[in-house]
């Protein structure tokens, strides 16, 4: 994909798109594969304002801040 910002080659919408971390529900197997669970009841926040299309509104009611914290090493 082309950097520069006046390029048409980015998807619709991509530079309002946002990042999300999901609450961890533990590890699983499942079909014979690894699997990472989501914490259920915060996951059926995100599901019910994707559903509903309220992304705007789950973001602002969910944000825990925009960095990645001191003990993550971003080299």
């Given at each position: 994909m082309?950097?520069?910002?006046?390029s048409t080659d980015?998807?619709?919408?991509?530079?309002?798109?946002?990042g999300l971390s999901l609450a961890f529900g533990g590890f699983d197997t499942?079909?014979?594969?690894?699997?990472v669970l989501m914490a259920g009841c915060p996951a059926a926040q995100l599901w019910e304002a994707m559903r509903n299309d309220r992304?705007?509104?789950?973001f602002e009611e969910?944000?825990?801040?925009?960095?990645?914290?001191?003990?993550?090493d971003r080299t």
């Open positions: 082309d950097s520069n910002p006046e980015e998807p619709e919408g991509a530079r309002e798109a946002a499942r079909d014979g594969r690894s699997a992304m705007p509104q789950y969910h944000r825990t801040g925009d960095t990645l914290g001191a003990d993550v």
